[in-house]
C-alpha cells in the first residue's frame, strides 16, 4: 500500500512517490518540512533511526479502503456480480444512466451522479460526469503537506476510490457503417477523462476499464487492490485510453484526409484473401503526417508498396552516393535489378532489344537494372531517382510491370503511364524531400517491436579500409561497390550481389547460407554475361515471337537444363534447331568476365564465398568483416589478386 517517502531534497517535497516513509503521522511530516534546510538531513536520519528500531510496519497515511466507487459502463457483463461485493464491503456507489438502473434493477443501493454533483445531466447526456466534485473526488491526494480533502470538502466532494468505466463503443459503431454523426456521437469524452485521472493518481485510486479485472476487485475487498495492482490497472487503463483515441484519430485521418494526409484502402494484403487493407500516415502531436507518396494512377497492393518504398529509398540513397540517375526493378521486397546510368554499347543495346530507340540516361539506369535479371524483373515494381521522362515511360509502355515510383514525371510521360494496364498500372509520385522518423516499428503475430532505422550513410569512406594487400580502387570500381552495398541494404537478408559497369548483374537474396546467397547471386551473373555469347546472339527465331518470350528463350537456352516437353516448345520457336550451348562453350567464356565487384551484407564466416566468387570474375570485394575467419578470407582474397574492404558495417534487412 503506497506511503509517504520523504528522503529527497527540499525542491522535491511537493513531488511525492508512494513507497515507504519513515513519518509516522503527518503532524511529524509537517513538523519537518517547516524546519531550515540545514536541519532536515539530522531530522531525517533521526526518522529513519526511530524506524529501524520499531517493529518492521508500514505506515499509511490515507489508507487504501475503498470508500466510494463511480461506476458508468457501456459493457454491462459482470456489473451486477461486481456491485454486490461493493454494496457487501459498504462501498458507497455512484453511477449515471444504464448502469444506475442495472444496479438498481438487482435491488442494490446506488446514488446518480447527478445528485452526487448536485448538478444535472444536460445537453442530451453529453455532460454528466464533468464536474469538479467528480474529478476532484478521483484526483484528491492524501498525503501529508497537501490540503487536497479540505479543497474537496469546500465545494461539496468527497473522495472517490474506485473507478470502473468502459467507453463508448466507437470502433463498433464505426465498423457497422453508421453515418458520420453517429460515429461522432459515439466518442467517448466524459470517460477517457475519468478514466485518465484515476489511472493518474492510482496511488490512491483504482481503475477498471474491462470485466475481466472485476475479480481483482472483488478480491481485494474490503482493503482494495494493492498498489502494485493499482499500478497495473493503470497500465491498462492508458492502454485503453490510447487504444481508443487512436481508433478515433484514425477514423478522422480517413474522414477529413485526402491524399497523402489520408488513409488508402489497399488491393489486398499479402494475398487476396486478406482483406481489408490499408495504409496511411503516422499519427503525431502535430496531427497525421503525410506519407512519402501520392498515389497518381491504381490500386496498390500490400507488396507492391513494401516494394516501392524499399526500391525508392535504394535509388534515393544510390543517386546521392553516385550523383548518376539511378534505377531499381523490385519484386517481392529485394531487387531483382538496381544501376546508374552508364554508357551502353550498340552490342549491349541490341541483346537488350532496345536497340533504335531513343533512351535518355535515366531511362538507360531503368534498362540496365531490368535487364539484369529480366526472368525476375518480369512484372517488377520500378523505381526512378529523378523524373520519369518520355522515353522512359516509351521503355516502360512495352515491359510487363505492376508499378512506378519515382521523384516525379514528365506530363506527356504520366499519360502514358497512367493509360498502361488499362488504366490499373500503379503510379506513385514520391516525395524527396521526406524524412521518416528514427525509429520504425511492425508488429508480428501480436508482438511490437520497434528499431531505429538504419541511417548510416554508404560512401566512398565505407570502402576505406582496405584489408587486402592490393589496395587501389579504380573510381569504376568505387562506383560498383557503392551500387551493390546500397542494393543489399534494401535486400533481404542474407544477401550478397554483384556488380559490373554501374549495374548489378547477380543479386542472392533470403538464403540462410551465405556461400548459397553467393551461389545462387553468381549464376545471375553467368546468365547475364552469356547472354553476351556469339551462339546466344546468333539464335534466330520464327516471325511472330514476341520480345519477352525472346528473352525468356535465350536465358533458358543458357541455362540447358529443360525437361523434353519443354525442349519441344522451345525449339519450336525457330526455324532450325539451335546448337547446344555446351558446359565448355559456358566455360571457356567466362574466362573472358572479369572486373567484378562482390558485397555482402555481413562478414564472409569462411572462403569459401571468395572461392566462388573467383569464378566469375571478381576483383574487388566489400564485406562487414568481424569474422573469427576475417584471417582466412583475406588470405583466400590475396591468392585470387582481389581487392577487399572492410566496412565494418553489417547490412541485414527484414
Not at 500490400?302 to 516501392?308: E, G, K, R, S, T
Not at 546472339?537 to 541455362?559: D, S, T
Amino acid at each position: 500500500m503506497g506511503v509517504y517517502e520523504a528522503d529527497m531534497p527540499p525542491a522535491l517535497e511537493k513531488s511525492p512517490s508512494f513507497i515507504e516513509s519513515p513519518f509516522d503521522t503527518r503532524v511529524e511530516y509537517d513538523a519537518y518540512v517547516a524546519l531550515p534546510d540545514a536541519a532536515k538531513p539530522a531530522a531525517l536520519a533521526a526518522a529513519k533511526a526511530k524506524k529501524a528500531s520499531a517493529p518492521a510496519t508500514v505506515t499509511t497515511i490515507g489508507g487504501p479502503k475503498i470508500r466510494r466507487a463511480l461506476l458508468s459502463v457501456s459493457d454491462k457483463a459482470g456489473l451486477i456480480e461486481l456491485a454486490k461485493a461493493l454494496a457487501a464491503a459498504g462501498v458507497e456507489m455512484l453511477s449515471t444512466g444504464g448502469t444506475a438502473k442495472a444496479i438498481r434493477t438487482a435491488g442494490l443501493p446506488v446514488k446518480d451522479v447527478s445528485e452526487f454533483t448536485n448538478s444535472p445531466e444536460i445537453m442530451d447526456g453529453r455532460v454528466k460526469t464533468l464536474h469538479p466534485r467528480v474529478h476532484g473526488g478521483i484526483l484528491m491526494r492524501e498525503l501529508p503537506g497537501f490540503d487536497d480533502d479540505k479543497q474537496l470538502i469546500s465545494i461539496g466532494g468527497a473522495p472517490i476510490d474506485l473507478v470502473v468505466v468502459n467507453l463508448y463503443p466507437f470502433t463498433a459503431t464505426v465498423e457497422r457503417g453508421a453515418p458520420y454523426d453517429d460515429c461522432v456521437e459515439n466518442i467517448d469524452i466524459g470517460g477517457p477523462t475519468m478514466v485518465r485521472a484515476a489511472a493518474k493518481n492510482h496511488a490512491r485510486v483504482s481503475v477498471v476499464v474491462q470485466p475481466a479485472d472485476y475479480a481483482t476487485i472483488i478480491a481485494s475487498l474490503p482493503s482494495g487492490p494493492t498498489l502494485e495492482d493499482r499500478k497495473k490497472l493503470a497500465a491498462r487503463a492508458f492502454s485503453h485510453t490510447a487504444t481508443y483515441d487512436e481508433g478515433v484519430a484514425t477514423w478522422f485521418q480517413g474522414q477529413t484526409g485526402e491524399g497523402r494526409t489520408g488513409v488508402t484502402t489497399l488491393k489486398y494484403g499479402n494475398n487476396p484473401q486478406q482483406k481489408p487493407a490499408s495504409v496511411r500516415g503516422l499519427l503525431s502531436p502535430a496531427g497525421p503526417q503525410p506519407m512519402p507518396f501520392d498515389v497518381l494512377s491504381g490500386v496498390p497492393g500490400y507488396i507492391n508498396l513494401l516494394d516501392a518504398l524499399n526500391a525508392w529509398q535504394l535509388v534515393k540513397e544510390l543517386a546521392a552516393a553516385t550523383g548518376l540517375p539511378a534505377a531499381a526493378s523490385f519484386k517481392h521486397v529485394s531487387p531483382a535489378g538496381a544501376a546508374v546510368y552508364a554508357p551502353v554499347s550498340d552490342d549491349m543495346l541490341e541483346i537488350y532489344e532496345a536497340k533504335g530507340k531513343e533512351l535518355s540516361k535515366q531511362c538507360i539506369a531503368y534498362l540496365r537494372s531490368r535487364q539484369a535479371d529480366p526472368l525476375c524483373s518480369f512484372g517488377d515494381f520500378v523505381a526512378i531517382s529523378g523524373v520519369v521522362d518520355l522515353s522512359t515511360a516509351q521503355l516502360l509502355k512495352i515491359e510487363v510491370s505492376d508499378g512506378i515510383i519515382a521523384g516525379g514525371f514528365e506530363p506527356a510521360a504520366l499519360e502514358i503511364l497512367k493509360a498502361k494496364k488499362g488504366g490499373k498500372y500503379i503510379v506513385l509520385q514520391a516525395d524527396p524531400n521526406f524524412e521518416p522518423p528514427p525509429d520504425e516499428e511492425r508488429t508480428v503475430f501480436g508482438v511490437k517491436m520497434v528499431q531505429r532505422r538504419a541511417v548510416e550513410t554508404i560512401g566512398e569512406a565505407t570502402l576505406a579500409n582496405v584489408v587486402t594487400s592490393k589496395k587501389v580502387l579504380s573510381p569504376e570500381a568505387k562506383r560498383d561497390l557503392l551500387v551493390a552495398q546500397i542494393a543489399l541494404k534494401y535486400t533481404q537478408s542474407n544477401s550478397v550481389g554483384y556488380a559490373k559497369d554501374g549495374q548489378m548483374v547477380g543479386v542472392g537474396a533470403g538464403q540462410q547460407s551465405r556461400v548459397d546467397c553467393v551461389k545462387l547471386a553468381g549464376r545471375k551473373v553467368e546468365t547475364w554475361y552469356l547472354r553476351q555469347h556469339p551462339k546466344v546472339r546468333a539464335l534466330k527465331f520464327k516471325e511472330g515471337v514476341k520480345r519477352q518470350e525472346r528473352i525468356n528463350a535465350r536465358v533458358r537456352y543458357i541455362e540447358g537444363d529443360m525437361p523434353p516437353t519443354e525442349y519441344a516448345a522451345w525449339k519450336a520457336q525457330f526455324d532450325v534447331e539451335p546448337a547446344p550451348l555446351t558446359l565448355s562453350d559456358k566455360a571457356e567464356f567466362m574466362k573472358t568476365l572479369d572486373g567484378v565487384s562482390l558485397a555482402s551484407d555481413a562478414f564472409f564466416p569462411f572462403r569459401d564465398s571468395i572461392d566462388v566468387a573467383s569464378t566469375r570474375g571478381v576483383a574487388y570485394v566489400v564485406a562487414a568483416g568481424g569474422s573469427v575467419a576475417d584471417a582466412e578470407v583475406i588470405a583466400a582474397a590475396d591468392e585470387y589478386k582481389m581487392t577487399m574492404a572492410f566496412s565494418g558495417l553489417r547490412l541485414f534487412h527484414h
